[in-house]
Every structure is written in C-alpha cells, then in structure tokens.
C-alpha cells in the first residue's frame, strides 16, 4: 500500500521568499506523484506531476519539484512567493507506477501556504 | 462551462435525513471519484468508479452508498445523515488512458445539525 506524508501543517513565508512544501511518499513499486493545490473555495487543480523521465519537473504559476528515489521525496519549491500563492497545497501518489486498470491516488493530509506582505 | 460540476454547493440537513449529491462531467472520462475532506485529514476516498459497471468502496464507505448512472454522472448518497458526516465533499474524474491525473470539482459543502 502506498502513503504519503506531509511534514506539517502550515508554512508561512514572505512574499518573494522561497517556498519549500516537503512530500515523502512510501510505494512498493515505481510511483507516479503529483502535487495538487486547493485555493480557498474551490476545488483541487494539479499543479505538477512526475511520471518517468526527467526527475525534475516543472509545473504551473513557477512551481517545479524534484523526484528522488533514494530519499523518496518529492517536495515542492517555487524560488520566489507570491502573494497569489496562499493556498493549500497537498501532495498525492498513484498506487500503480504504470497506468494500470486500476490505479487510485492517495493524498497526503495538505500544507497550508500563507504569504506575508 | 465547467467540465466538473457539483449539486448543491452548499446544503444544511438534519441528522436522519437522506441526501444525494450529484455529480455530471463533461470530459469524456470513464472513471470516477468521491472524496470527502476534512481539516487536517486531508482527501479520503469514499467511492470510486472505472466504468458505468463498476463501483468499488473506497477507504471510508461505510454510511454512504452510490450510483452511477451514466458515463458522466455519479451520485453519492447518505441514507441517513449523521454530524460527522458533515465535511467538503468532491467528486473527481481520470482519464482511463492517463497517468491518474483526476480532475476535481469545486465540492460540495455539507453540515448535518
């Protein structure tokens, strides 16, 4: 079965700082991951997402993150916040590394991003 | 037009009573999803579809059933509402063809007094 784990439950940064959202994911074969944000009152959208390939991928509104097998992590950075950032943020992985018949995603618990002026 | 949509947004009931919520999509996508969040618990799948045939309990089905009754509609239901029943529900679909990316709809907010 596969986990993720979130470290945290709210990070606040000032705007035009660096953001770092942290994601460690638990799977027993290749993962497929995915980082999803929530702004207030409204659903989730995906901001970015690892398949195979390129370890470092980059996603909308500046994020990008980095896929690291060996430290199973996948953690969100974006090198300069934005006011427009505050949201909730919330990391997921797929439980089948390939596209398989019946593959589902399994969220981690979400981090809120708060931005000071 | 959205290609997820949620009725209602926002309902109130009473403890006992029986609620659906209704889910349509317009994208095309064979499979689908029924979350509820909750602060701090994150998304926790209820229900899931991959087809008009096929329904599956998710990790926290018990007092919620389902119906899907076409492609592009899944309801969930609550034979009889309870207080902790009350949470953000969303209804998401994935492409059969894709790599699980799901696309979610803007929820529906449920309070049971």
């Known amino acids: 079965a596969q986990s993720v784990t979130q470290l945290g439950s709210h990070v606040s940064v000032s705007e035009g700082a660096l953001v770092l959202l942290r994601c460690n994911y638990s799977?027993?074969?290749?993962?497929?991951l995915f980082w999803y944000v929530q702004y207030p009152n409204q659903g989730l959208q995906l901001l970015l997402k690892?398949?195979?390939?390129?370890?470092l991928v980059k996603g909308i509104n500046g994020f990008e993150a980095e896929f690291k097998k060996s430290e199973t992590s996948f953690h969100l950075t974006k090198p300069s916040a934005h006011m427009s950032d505050a949201a909730e943020y919330f990391c997921?992985?797929?439980?089948?590394?390939?596209?398989?018949?019946?593959?589902?995603?399994?969220f981690g618990k979400g981090i809120t991003l708060s931005v000071r002026p | 037009d959205a290609d997820v949509t949620q009725t209602p947004r926002n309902r109130i009931t009473k403890t006992g009573k029986r609620i659906m919520l209704e889910c349509s999509q317009t994208?095309?996508?064979?499979?689908m999803y029924w979350y509820r969040q909750d602060p701090g618990l994150g998304l926790r799948l209820i229900y899931y579809?991959?087809?008009?045939?096929?329904?599956n309990k998710g990790e926290i089905s018990d007092g919620y059933s389902v119906s899907r009754q076409a492609q592009a509609k899944f309801s969930l239901s609550l034979e009889s509402a309870i207080p902790n029943q009350t949470a953000l529900y969303f209804c998401?679909?994935?492409?059969?063809?894709?790599?699980?990316?799901?696309?979610f709809g803007p929820g529906t907010r449920l309070t049971v007094l």
């Open positions: 998401a679909t994935s492409d059969f063809h894709g790599p699980d990316t799901q696309y």
């Open positions: 799977s027993s074969v290749p993962p497929y």
């Open positions: 690892y398949t195979t390939g390129a370890t």
């Open positions: 997921a992985v797929s439980d089948q590394g390939t596209a398989g018949a019946n593959s589902k995603l399994t």
């Open positions: 994208k095309g996508h064979d499979r």
């Open positions: 579809s991959f087809d008009v045939k096929d329904i």
